[in-house]
């Protein structure tokens, strides 16, 4: 007998309601939950996925252990004592900090892996910490720390109320939304149109957002704070105010003045008019929201983007108010949890990189700086890592300098499912089970998400004795660890409590002491109960008080991010542009960064790791469709085939990120038969958001030649 179980899709920032028929051990149909308020009904072809990673033969169900190139299936006792033990030797030999860890992005969607994953790292104590956050939303997270006192104390677009919806750098109809959960937001722009709202898209390609979008921008890579500072120039030509809880209205109404339209137009490639029309209509809305993602984060100036953006919906009156930049309250606030579970409030400066001497944030260093701290020799060298849920060889900057890099360990650690061109490296994979066999809570998204929502879902398929879940696997390394230092007492009864607590321990705790928990409130019984998810509204004012910055004030200022200023300045006297094109990247609506190509239906269909070109550029280098082309960066070459469309900027051509299956020792049939080339062969290490130490992957300068 069939039967249906119900819980939100967790691979990606969405969290759609899925409803799953089942019968035994056996998925029978994915489909979407209409009764879920949220999502009401919507999914992506990639919830299909649950599925396929459930079933997937590749995927590896045993801890594994690679001895003189051959990989052999060994017990968890044993793995588990094997990694310790050889961590530990390396940190005796060379030094605490001689191990790495990076810890990936699904970290983010395992509910055991984000409550337990940060006394893992601390165990380690290490200051080579890395994770994808300086590939991704970093810039975010410093500029809430200094504006707003919190590093997730992130504002998101009010999707759902706002009349104008400025989109600098994002494709939420690919991605299906980020620093912004929004499922089905496809239907939510529709509806915006409906109510008669605007949308404006602005990208150096016409993709499939700025396709339904009122109107396209084309802008050069890497100009967006120019074109911010611009559109600022116009809004503060008449005198603006903010509330009483913000500083710094002054620095920013004469910093803004050097800025008009016609000094950054031809930088940015954007008109003086073009800016001109958007600020007033900006200003003229009813509500309007300025959000900017990927393509504003990756990118040389991603602290000033993350910055200028809130500057503008705050000073045009668009800040915590329905219809434009809002903080959501979840009812599980990881904000609350203690330090040692959440990572605090943030921080920047602590300690530097050992060799470029870049800074830390939130207790992070750059992956930018990740190979040359491993191969560069001296004092403090990484000698031994930890990978969790990560695949940086594909993810990030000069990815073959990485592959060269881990190669040359002395011991590596993957907590992984998969034998991929990370994990690869290891000497132990320790593997937790699919996404369908454990239970699921959000804990990061619904502090992102464009609506008050909670839901949560125990395990559909029992994992079986024989697995372990992340935050067992992280737990039982952390206890071994310590172990071999000398556990106290203490430390020992703290590992103990937290194996029996577990993630629904937390959770249901968290829940009790929470906003809306207290005798008669939520627990996470209640919670499981509701099978479609709660709604819990939408969002609402809650500034100053949710302000954890001195005082509960906003910085509208801060002076790091106006020192910054002068390196952006510096771009607008450069005299002749360098040569080549400029690469920039994209995602299609079937791939989830690198790891889903194994899934047999999220593949098919034509190829899709191409060379975008704009027909024009494509008749200056004798390029024809179909053609393939040798891109060659300052740090590496591909060849690929090429596809000709309009839709890119001239002098502009793009890649797909997540691709490179093609490496030597993966174990992913689907995966290796559609390899495609990583653009992150391409991407420069050394260029980064220099405040932020993030990664820059936008106007990579390439040459491109037929192959
Ligand atoms: N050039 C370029 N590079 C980029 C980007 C780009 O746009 N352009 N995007 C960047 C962004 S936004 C991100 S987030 C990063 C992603 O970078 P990463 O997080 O390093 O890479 P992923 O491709 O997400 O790989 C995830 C890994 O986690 C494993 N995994 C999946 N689920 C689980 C789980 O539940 N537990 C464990 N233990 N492992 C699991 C997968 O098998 C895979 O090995 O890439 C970044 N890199
Ligand atoms: N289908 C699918 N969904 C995903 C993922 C996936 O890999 N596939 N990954 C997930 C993850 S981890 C994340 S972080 C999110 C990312 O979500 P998004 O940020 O929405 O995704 P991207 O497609 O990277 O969008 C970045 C856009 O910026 C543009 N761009 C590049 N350079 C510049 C620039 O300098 N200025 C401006 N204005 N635009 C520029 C690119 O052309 C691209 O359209 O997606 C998530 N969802
Ligand atoms: S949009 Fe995201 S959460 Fe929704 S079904 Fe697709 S992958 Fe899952
Ligand atoms: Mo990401």
């Not at 100053?544 to 910055?549: D, E, H, I, T």
Request: charged share 20%; aromatic share 6%; with cysteine.
């Amino acid at each position: 007998m069939a039967s249906v179980h119900y819980r939100a899709c967790n691979l990606c920032e969405a969290m759609c309601g899925v409803r799953i028929e089942y019968e035994g051990n056996k998925v029978l149909s994915i489909r979407g939950d209409e009764e879920d308020p949220f999502s009401r009904g919507h999914i992506c072809p990639k919830a299909t996925a649950l599925q396929a990673l459930y079933e997937d033969p590749d995927r590896l169900r045993q801890p594994m252990r690679r001895r003189d190139g051959q990989w052999e299936p060994i017990s968890w006792d044993e793995a588990l004592d094997a990694a310790a033990k050889g961590l530990h030797e390396v940190q005796q030999r060379h030094g605490t900090s001689a191990v790495g860890v990076y810890l990936g992005n699904p970290n983010v969607h395992n509910t055991g892996s984000l409550l337990m994953a940060s006394l893992f790292v601390r165990s380690l104590k290490t200051k080579h910490r890395y994770s994808a956050t300086s590939v991704d939303q970093l810039p975010h997270m410093l500029v809430a720390y200094w504006m707003f006192g919190h590093q997730l104390l992130l504002p998101v677009p009010d999707l759902d109320r706002t009349q104008y919806f400025l989109v600098l750098g994002a494709n939420p109809i690919a991605s299906n939304g980020s620093l912004m959960t929004a499922p089905d937001v496809r239907g939510r722009i529709d509806a915006l149109k409906a109510r008669g709202g605007r949308m404006v898209v602005v990208d150096p390609r016409r993709t499939e957002t700025a396709e339904r979008a009122d109107e396209h921008v084309f802008i050069t890579p890497g100009t967006d704070a120019l074109l911010l500072l611009a559109l600022l120039h116009e809004v503060m030509k008449s005198p603006r105010t903010v509330p009483p809880f913000v500083d710094g209205l002054e620095v920013i109404t004469s910093l803004v003045k050097q800025y008009p339209p016609e000094r950054v137009a031809a930088a940015t490639g954007v008109s003086a008019d073009t800016i001109r029309r958007i600020a007033k209509d900006f200003t003229a809305a009813k509500s309007a929201v300025a959000y900017g993602r990927m393509g504003t984060s990756v990118q040389a100036f991603g602290s000033l983007c993350a910055w200028l953006i809130s500057v503008l919906n705050l000073v045009t009156g668009n800040f915590d108010r329905p219809g434009g930049a809002m903080f959501p309250s979840p009812v599980f606030d990881p904000r609350t949890l203690p330090k040692a579970l959440s990572g605090g409030r943030g921080s920047h400066g602590r300690w530097k990189s050992r060799v470029r001497g870049l800074p830390e944030t939130g207790g992070e260093l750059p992956v930018a700086t990740l190979a040359e701290d491993i191969l560069t020799p001296g004092e403090g060298r990484i000698r031994a890592m930890v990978t969790l849920a990560g695949n940086p060889v594909l993810s990030t900057p000069n990815g073959r300098q990485l592959d060269t890099a881990f190669a040359g360990l002395e011991f590596m650690v993957a907590i992984d499912p998969y034998l991929n061109e990370t994990t690869r490296h290891a000497h132990l994979i320790l593997p937790p089970p699919s996404p369908l066999e454990r239970e699921h809570y959000d804990i990061a998204f619904h502090l992102l998400s464009v609506r008050n929502t909670t839901r949560y879902a125990r395990a559909l398929f029992d994992k079986g004795p024989n697995a372990r879940h992340d935050w067992e696997i992280l737990l039982g390394l952390g206890k071994r660890l310590e172990a071999l230092r000398g556990l106290s007492l203490q430390r020992r009864l703290t590992w103990a409590a937290l194996e029996r607590l577990g993630p629904s321990g937390m959770l249901d705790l968290g829940l009790r002491l929470g906003p809306r928990g207290g005798l008669r409130g939520l627990s996470l019984k209640k919670v499981e109960k509701a099978v479609h998810g709660i709604d819990l509204g939408p969002l609402e004012p809650v500034l100053p008080g949710a302000l954890q910055s001195k005082g509960r004030r906003v910085e509208l200022a801060p002076k790091q991010l106006l020192a910054d200023l002068a390196r952006l300045e510096a771009t607008l006297t450069v005299s002749t542009p360098p040569a080549g094109l400029m690469l920039i990247n994209r995602r299609h609506l079937r791939d989830n960064n690198s790891w889903l190509h194994n899934a047999p239906k999220l593949v098919s269909g034509a190829p899709r790791c191409t060379l975008l070109v704009h027909p024009e550029d494509a008749q200056a280098l004798g390029l024809a469709a179909g053609d393939r082309a040798r891109v060659r960066s300052r740090v590496g070459e591909v060849v690929v085939p090429v596809e000709l469309t309009a839709s890119m900027m001239k002098g502009v051509v793009s890649l797909p990120h997540g691709y490179g299956h093609g490496r030597e020792g993966v174990r992913l049939q689907v995966a290796a038969a559609h390899a495609g080339e990583s653009v992150n062969d391409l991407t420069d290490e050394l260029a980064i958001d220099a405040l932020s130490g993030n990664a820059a992957f936008s106007a990579v300068r390439v040459e491109v030649s037929r192959a």
